[in-house]
């Protein structure tokens, strides 16, 4: 069968859903998506390795 593929982000990447785009997208550290109507971004990865600071908006 072998072995699955690794899910998520990289490590140094943030991964954000859309429900409205239904979509997923990659970011730098500490950066939003563009917040283009509808600004519905919700962050799915987690702060580890960086300053566990709130993205700004």
Same mark, same amino acid.
């Not at 971004?41 to 908006?57: F, I, K, Q, R, Y």
């Given at each position: 069968?072998?072995?699955?593929?690794? @899910?998520?982000? +990289? @490590? &140094? /990447?943030?991964?954000?859903?859309?429900?409205?785009?239904? /979509? $997923? $997208?990659?970011?730098?550290?500490?950066?939003?998506?563009?917040? &283009? +109507?509808?600004? &519905?971004?919700?962050?799915?990865?987690?702060? @580890?390795?960086?300053?566990?600071?709130?993205?700004?908006?």
């Amino acid at each position: 069968m072998g072995t699955a593929a690794e @899910a998520g982000a +990289p @490590a &140094d /990447r943030w991964e954000w859903f859309s429900p409205s785009r239904g /979509r $997923v $997208v990659t970011t730098e550290p500490k950066q939003r998506p563009p917040a &283009d +109507p509808p600004d &519905d971004w919700t962050l799915l990865t987690e702060a @580890a390795g960086t300053d566990a600071e709130s993205p700004p908006s």
